[in-house]
């Protein structure tokens, strides 16, 4: 199995992409930890996933000191940290002109501060073991999308974070890469309007939305050995939404 005894964190691991994210690492062997700042989440997703394999913290990434907290927990309880994804993340769209100022500033901090906190602390014990993964979960919206301005923002961040990460830490045999998904079938996306999600699926060359699977697959391959020599990369996972400007 990849993942054998690896120790892997991953925020926002209670539902959704997440929580597909941690289901592949445990089948491949990893003990994971979930970070999510909703505890009933993680009450249902330890329940479904039924497994020695995973443990939970219930903290909130924007914020440093719990930040600390939860990465010198994983370490004193497992003495080192393989892989980090950054997944935790939040959408408040609208048109610039109707967005409140605090919109803005809590997708800032949830999408691109998080990792940020993240990577400063578990970059000192990767740096330590001379080893590590940190894969970030940006979005195609990175690109650019109406009505998404504070979201783009914090993802096009986030993808530029991952390339001076892995300028910073490749000579440290530790990889940084970012994912950027389209549409994924989670509750933050079925959380838009029914007529919105359909228009979007249809948007797609492969006239469907993606399953959080197709992420997990990715964010593991990443992750994995095969993968390490991949470093400061931003991988599409999309039907290929990204590469052209009209679809039919
Ligand atoms: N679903 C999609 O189509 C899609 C597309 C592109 C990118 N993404 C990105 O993928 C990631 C996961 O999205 P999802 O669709 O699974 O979302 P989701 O809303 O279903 O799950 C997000 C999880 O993050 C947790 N979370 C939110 N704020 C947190 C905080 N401050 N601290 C800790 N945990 C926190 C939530 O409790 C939740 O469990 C996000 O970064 C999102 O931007 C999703």
Known sequence: MRFDNQVIAVTGGAQGLGFAIVEQFIEEGAQVTIIDIDQKAIDQALHSLSSDSVDSICSDVTDAAQVNEIISTIKEKHGRIDVLVNNAGIIRDNVIWKMPEEDYDSVMKVNLKGPWLMCREVAP???????????????????????????????????SMTRVLALELGKNNITVNAVAPGLIDTPMTRSLDPEVYKMLEQSNPCKKAGKPADIAHTVAFLSSDEAGFINGQVIHVDGGKSIGASVQ
């Open 125 to 159: 014990i990767m740096r330590s073991q001379n080893s590590g993964r940190i894969v970030n979960i940006a979005s195609r919206s990175w690109l650019g999308n109406v009505g998404q301005s504070n979201y783009s923002a914090s993802k096009g961040g986030l993808v």
